[in-house]
C-alpha cells in the first residue's frame, strides 16, 4: 500500500492506520522536532519499535534485513519509536510496502505480542548523542570478563540450588539472599563482627578468590559473602555499602544473566555498566567509597550494541538487553577500625557530629583532632589531666563498685602473682581480691592520693611512660584509661607498654568505652540511666556558660549530651560538679575503711552513687557514712561543668589496634555492659622470635 494514497480512497481499515501513522508523527516531532515527508527517502521512523516499546535492535535487524541492505539503526532509551535507514529509497519503499500497519508475527517476528509498526519517511536519521560514559568507568573500578568457565559458572549455580530455602534473608522475600562468613543486617546496614555465621565462605569459591589474588586484582582474601538471586523485575536500591562495615575492596561475580548496574557520582555523572556472565566486577577507591551503584528493577536494560560485540557501526547504536536470572556473589571483607577514607561526606564513621545551636537552628559540625602529637597532649592536659586533678574527689565518690568481669579475670589469675593496674584511678581494683600483689599508677595525684590513704601502692605516672622494667608483670588490668588518649598513634603505644611490662605468657585486660551503647537490642546502663540526666540537660554547646573548654587548642570538639547514644566518636563528656553536697573529709575516710577490707557484706552490696552524689546502693556501713553530716561545696565551683575528652571506639576497633602490636595475640573480646573489651596475651620468648 502506498501511504500516498488519497485518505478520500481509504477503506475504514485504512483511514484506521493512516490516523495512527499521523498520530506517530505528532508524536516525533513534539520529541525531536523531525518533520516527516511524503516523498520516499531511504530513511525511515518506525513507530511502536522502540526501546521504550522493549523492542531490541536484533528484531528490527531480523524484520527489515528481509527487504534490503541497511545501513543504520538508531534506537533512543525510552522512546517509543526507532529509526532505520537502507542504502537506496527504494529499499526503504520495499519495507514500507511489507511492514507498515501490519500486526506482526509473535513468535516469529517478534517476541511480543498484537505489535503493529507505523511508518514515516523523514529526510535524514538525527545525530546520536553519547548514551554513557560506559567506556569510562567510575574511578577505582575493574570489570574482567569471561573470569570463570561456563562449567564453574554451572558449579557455582548448582551449589546454591542446593541451599536454597535453608537461608533466605526474611527482610527480603522479594529474592533469595544468603549470607557467609558474618550476615549483613538490612536494617543497620551493618554486621555484628561478635556474632559469625558458622556457614564460613564456602571452599567452592576459594578457586575464584585466589585467582584474584594471583593476579593482583584484590589484595586480601575477603571473609564475608553475600548471595544475592534476581528475577526478571527485581532490583536493589543505589546505595555505597556502608564505609564501616567493610574494607575497600568489594568484588562482584555474576552468574546468569547479565545485568547493567547504575553508578552514579554525587554530581549527577551517571555511567551504566553492563556486567556481563561470569564477569567480576572489583569496586575500589572513589568507586567503592564515593559513587552509589544500583539496579534498577526492570525486566531489560538499554545498552549499546557494541557491548554485545553485535558488529554494528558506531559504538553509540543502542539496543534491549531483555534479562533472566541472575546470581551475585559478592565478597567483602569485615572492618576491625573506623574507616579514614578521603571521602568525608559519605564516611559514616568519619561524619561524626555534634549539635550547636545558631539561633534557632542545629548545625552539624565535624571534630577536628589534634595536627601533632604536641597538640594531642595539649588537649589531653586540658580535658583529661586537669579535669580529674580538679574531680578526683567527686568522682572517687562514685567509683566505689568493682566490675564483675573484671573481678573475675583478676579471681582466675594464680595466688601471689603480681598485678599492674594501669590508670587505677581510686584503686577499686587494688584489693579486691585477696592472694594478689596490685601495684597501681594514675596520671592524677589527687587520684594517687586517694589510693595512698587507703593503703594501696600506687606510683604517678604518665601511661606512655610507664617506670617500671620489662616484663615485670604476671598480669595488667588497664581499665577505662585508652579511651582518653586522643589520637591513634597514642592509643597504639600505650598498648605496646602495656606489652613491654607483661612477662612473656602474661595477660591484659583492657576496657574502652564502645560507641555503640545499644547491643541486641539491649540498651547498657550508661542510656538506662537517663533519667538522672537528659530532664535536666540541654543540649550542650562550645560556648557554654561555666564551662572549661578554650578556644586556644587547634581542635573543634563535639560536646556530648549525657546519658544519649554517642553521635561522635571523638567528643567531650560534661562532669557537672556537684552544686549541693559533696562528703567530708572523715566521710571518705570512713569509706576508704569499708572499701580497703575484705567486707563480704560490702562485696556482696558494693556502694553505687551516681555523678551527683546520690545514693543509689551499698552495705550498711557505706549507707551510715553518707547519712552523715555534710559539707558544702566550695562556692566557686558550684554548678561547674568540666569536660572530659574521650575517643569511644566502634566495634572491632580494639582488637584490630591490639594486632597491630605484634608481641600479642588478642586471646578473648567481649561487650560489657557498653564497653568494649579484650584479653591480649603477650607471646612467648619463642614465638616472638619467628
Not at 568489594?250 to 556472565?277: E, K, N, Y
Not at 561470569?278 to 575500589?284: E, K, N, P, Q, Y
Not at 525486566?299 to 546470581?327: H, I, N, P, Y
Not at 594478689?436 to 595525684?445: K, L, N, P, V, Y
Amino acid at each position: 500500500m502506498e501511504m500516498e494514497t488519497a485518505v478520500g480512497k481509504m477503506s475504514k481499515h485504512e483511514r484506521r492506520i493512516h490516523a495512527k501513522r499521523i498520530k506517530s508523527q505528532k508524536t516525533l516531532f513534539r520529541h525531536e522536532n523531525i518533520v516527516c515527508c511524503d516523498s520516499q527517502t531511504e530513511h525511515l521512523v518506525v513507530a511502536n519499535g522502540g526501546l521504550g516499546n522493549d523492542i531490541e535492535r536484533e528484531e528490527l535487524w531480523t524484520i527489515f534485513s528481509l527487504y534490503g541492505q541497511i545501513s543504520d539503526i538508531v534506537m533512543k532509551p525510552r522512546k517509543p519509536y526507532a529509526f532505520v535507514s537502507f542504502h537506496t529509497a527504494k529499499e526503504a519503499k520495499d519495507a514500507v510496502d511489507g511492514v507498515h500497519g501490519k500486526t506482526l508475527q509473535c513468535p516469529g517476528e517478534l517476541s511480543r505480542p498484537n505489535v503493529t509498526f507505523y511508518l514515516s519517511y523523514i529526510e535524514k536519521i538525527p545525530d546520536v548523542k553519547p548514551y554513557s560514559n560506559s567506556n569510562l568507568l567510575p574511578p577505582g573500578l575493574v570489570i574482567v570478563n569471561n573470569f570463570i568457565s561456563e562449567a564453574a559458572e554451572q558449579e557455582f549455580l548448582d551449589f546454591i540450588s542446593c541451599n536454597q530455602g535453608s537461608g533466605i534473608d526474611e527482610s527480603l522475600k522479594h529474592r533469595y539472599v544468603k549470607h557467609f562468613g558474618y550476615r549483613f543486617m538490612y536494617t543497620t546496614n551493618d554486621v555484628d563482627r561478635e556474632d559469625p555465621l558458622n556457614e564460613k565462605i564456602p571452599g567452592e569459591c576459594l578457586g575464584v578468590l585466589n585467582h584474584l589474588l594471583d593476579k593482583n586484582l584484590i589484595s586480601r582474601l575477603p571473609d564475608q559473602l553475600t548471595v544475592n538471586q534476581y528475577k526478571p523485575g527485581q532490583g536493589i536500591p543505589p546505595h555505597i555499602d556502608t564505609h564501616s562495615a567493610f574494607e575497600d575492596e568489594i568484588i562482584v561475580l555474576s552468574l546468569g544473566s547479565q545485568i547493567v548496574m547504575d553508578f552514579v557520582h554525587p554530581d549527577g555523572c551517571h555511567v551504566p555498566v553492563l556486567l556481563p556472565s561470569r564477569s567480576v566486577a572489583i569496586l575500589t577507591g572513589e568507586s567503592r567509597y564515593l559513587w552509589t551503584h544500583g539496579i534498577t528493577p526492570r525486566k531489560s536494560d538499554v545498552v549499546t550494541a557494541s557491548e554485545l560485540g553485535e558488529g554494528v557501526t558506531g559504538e553509540q547504536r543502542l539496543t534491549l538487553l531483555k534479562r533472566g536470572t541472575r546470581t551475585s556473589f559478592t565478597f567483602r571483607t569485615v572492618r576491625r577500625m573506623p574507616c579514614d577514607c578521603n571521602y568525608h561526606n559519605q564516611c559514616d564513621s568519619q561524619r561524626n557530629f555534634s549539635t550547636k545551636k545558631d539561633g534557632d537552628e542545629k548545625q552539624l559540625v565535624d571534630p577536628v583532632l589534634p595536627a601533632s602529637d604536641e597538640d594531642a597532649l595539649k588537649l589531653e592536659s586540658l580535658h583529661v589531666h586537669q579535669v580529674y586533678e580538679k574531680i578526683a574527689h567527686h568522682f572517687s565518690d562514685t567509683r566505689h563498685s568493682p566490675w564483675p568481669q573484671v573481678v573475675s579475670f583478676l579471681q582466675e589469675l594464680p595466688d601471689n602473682v603480681l598485678i599492674g593496674d594501669i590508670g587505677c584511678g581510686n584503686g577499686k581494683y587494688l584489693n579486691v581480691v585477696p592472694n594478689r600483689f596490685m601495684i597501681g599508677c594514675d596520671r592524677s595525684i589527687n587520684l594517687c592520693e586517694i589510693c595512698y590513704t587507703r593503703g594501696h601502692s600506687v606510683v604517678v605516672c604518665d601511661g606512655l611512660l610507664l617506670p617500671f622494667h620489662d616484663e615485670v608483670f604476671d598480669a595488667v588490668i588497664c581499665i577505662a584509661v585508652i579511651h582518653h588518649l586522643c589520637t591513634k598513634e597514642r592509643r597504639l603505644r600505650a598498648l605496646e607498654e602495656i606489652s613491654r611490662i607483661l612477662r612473656p605468657n602474661g595477660k591484659a585486660l583492657i576496657y574502652v568505652w564502645a560507641m555503640e551503647q545499644e547491643k541486641n537490642g539491649i540498651r547498657s546502663k550508661y542510656l538506662k540511666n537517663c533519667h538522672n540526666d537528659d530532664k535536666k540537660e540541654p543540649t550542650e554547646t562550645r560556648n557554654q556558660s561555666n564551662s572549661d573548654i578554650s578556644s586556644s587548642l587547634a581542635v573543634e570538639m563535639p560536646v556530648h549530651t549525657n546519658r544519649t547514644s554517642f553521635k561522635s566518636q571523638d567528643l567531650l563528656v560534661p562532669w557537672h560538679a556537684r552544686s549541693d553536697k559533696r562528703t567530708s573529709k572523715a566521710q571518705r575516710e570512713a569509706l576508704t575503711n569499708c572499701f580497703s577490707t575484705t567486707n563480704e557484706e560490702h562485696l556482696k552490696s558494693p556502694l553505687t552513687v551516681d555523678e551527683n552524689s546520690a545514693l543509689t546502693a551499698g552495705c550498711d556501713a557505706c549507707v551510715d557514712v553518707l547519712h552523715k553530716e555534710e559539707v558544702e561545696t566550695n562556692p566557686s565551683e558550684l554548678g561547674k561543668t568540666f569536660h572530659r575528652y574521650y575517643h569511644v571506639f566502634q566495634s572491632g576497633e580494639l582488637e584490630y589496634l591490639c594486632s597491630l602490636v605484634s608481641s600479642l595475640t588478642v586471646v578473648k573480646s567481649y561487650y560489657d555492659q557498653g564497653n568494649w573489651c579484650v584479653v591480649v596475651e603477650r607471646k612467648g620468648k619463642e614465638e616472638e622470635s619467628r
